[in-house]
């Protein structure tokens, strides 16, 4: 199992961004996937998670609410975070990650199994 992100890079403060997640190995079926960051000398910190089946439950982190938006195509099997309205707050290494189950609410890091290896996501002021 490889999760690979892209997009990252440098935005001004109230751009957008749409980062990419691309599963290797395995298909988001029955999976919870989410984004998380994490900022330097801070925890990392849950962003939004998504499970599907016959419905989609998605829950975001309320800092993200209303800009962030998660969402999945599964011929490419791949997971994207739009980000709009972006802040210097919102700097950070993001990352996506799996697992096999459904998501738990609240979700934390520890309850992921897969990882990829992040990217890099700088708004200035």
């Known amino acids: 199992v490889q999760l690979v992100e892209s997009g990252g890079g440098s935005v001004q403060a109230g751009g957008s961004l749409r980062l990419s997640c691309s599963a290797y190995?395995?298909?988001?079926?029955?999976?919870?996937m989410g984004w998380f960051r994490q900022a330097p000398g801070k925890e990392r910190e849950g962003v939004v998670a998504?499970?599907?089946?016959?419905?989609?439950?998605?829950t975001y982190a309320d800092s993200v609410k209303g800009r962030f938006t998660i969402s999945q195509d599964n011929a490419k099997n791949t997971l994207y975070l739009q980000m709009n309205d972006l802040r210097p707050e919102d700097t950070a290494m993001y990352y996506c990650?799996?697992?096999?189950?459904?998501?738990?609410?609240?979700?934390?890091?520890?309850?992921?199994?897969?990882w990829g290896q992040g990217t890099q996501v700088t708004v200035s002021s």
């Open positions: 190995g395995y298909t988001y079926a029955n999976h919870c």
């Open positions: 998504i499970y599907r089946d016959d419905t989609t439950t998605t």
């Open positions: 990650a799996a697992y096999a189950d459904r998501c738990w609410v609240p979700f934390s890091p520890t309850d992921f199994s897969y």
